[in-house]
């Protein structure tokens, strides 16, 4: 058994869609604290280059390690997949990321097709791909790009119309071919799950990030990877976001379903600055 750890789990995003995972693990571990930062005024990562996101990411896990968390929860799908396999070994917490975790959970119940929808950054990485294929490599996997969607779900048209062409358009091919399973690639496409799962219909399960999430901090505080909070720590919880735009509000209640969450806003660069200060440690 590990000791006991009070400090946060540290959860980062390009912005709030990381939300549906952070309150997934407030559900599942209600005693945790949450150190979360959406970095709001550089969203979205998702069409930016693989260099560029690396960077955001190492300058996100900096700020979080100067925050003294106990984990580094990556709940962006477009980092997992563009950043974390060059990242992932090279902190002194454990950093989880949703893509080799999100794959392992697809295959659960051994699909025969997979399909995979997300950002451009995420698809054109092949890397869910690489991690369904090593792990069962008869898989059949299809994947695509859907880069309309976020900004339709940031502007709250999960019931719309407009939504349900965009998803007809880009994936009838997907859904013709008979794929079993759907991974929702992309932290905010649970808010459309409800339209997906219909467009696919009931016997294509979709499996999205933060399920996925709270399976894989599960595994790691009962192997003792990290040790779990002994008391109710939740008032701990601080929300970080680098910019609060027009829908800020609308979007907070959307994702996280609540309000009143303890929300600062830092500049972009004090994460830059945090980055600085830990590469200037590791030269000591
Ligand atoms: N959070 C991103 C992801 O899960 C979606 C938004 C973006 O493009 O930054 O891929």
Redesign the pocket.
């Known amino acids: 058994m590990c000791s006991p750890n009070n400090n946060p789990i540290g959860i980062f ?3 709030l ?2 939300l549906t995972v952070a309150r997934a693990i407030r559900n599942a571990f209600p005693n945790e604290a949450i150190c979360y930062l959406g ?1 709001t005024a ?7 280059s693989p260099d560029t996101v690396k960077r955001y990411a190492r300058e996100d896990i900096a700020f979080l390690l100067s925050r003294n968390v106990k984990v580094i929860v990556a ?7 563009a950043a974390l396999p060059e990242l992932i070994n090279c902190y002194p917490v454990p950093v989880l990321g ?1 893509v080799e975790i999100g794959a392992e959970t697809a295959l659960e119940d051994a699909p025969k097709k997979i399909g995979i929808i ?2 451009e ?2 698809v054109r990485s092949q890397a869910y791909v690489r991690a369904i294929l090593k792990r069962s490599p008869e898989t059949e996997v299809v994947q695509k790009a859907c ?1 309309l969607l ?1 900004p339709l779900i940031e502007e709250g048209w999960f019931e719309h119309d407009v939504t349900r062409m965009v998803i007809e358009e880009y994936l009838a091919p997907m859904r013709d071919s008979g794929v079993n399973s759907l991974i929702l ?5 649970p808010l459309i799950r409800p339209m997906l799962q219909d467009f696919f219909g009931p016997s294509v399960r979709t499996v999205d ?1 933060a399920d996925a999430m709270v399976h894989a901090l599960n595994t790691a505080f009962n192997s003792n990877q990290i040790g779990r909070a002994n008391t109710n720590n939740s008032a701990a919880s601080l929300y970080y976001v680098t910019d609060r735009g027009t829908h800020f509000s609308k979007l907070l209640a959307a994702f996280m379903g609540e309000n009143d969450l303890p929300v600062e806003q830092i500049r972009c660069d004090e994460l830059t600055l945090a980055l600085e200060k830990r590469e200037a440690e590791s030269k000591k």
């Open positions: 995003d390009s912005g869609g990381g970095d550089r969203v979205p990562y998702g069409s930016k709940a962006c799908n477009t980092v997992s997949a949703v997300g950002t950054t995420t880069p976020v690639g992309c932290t905010h496409y990030s």
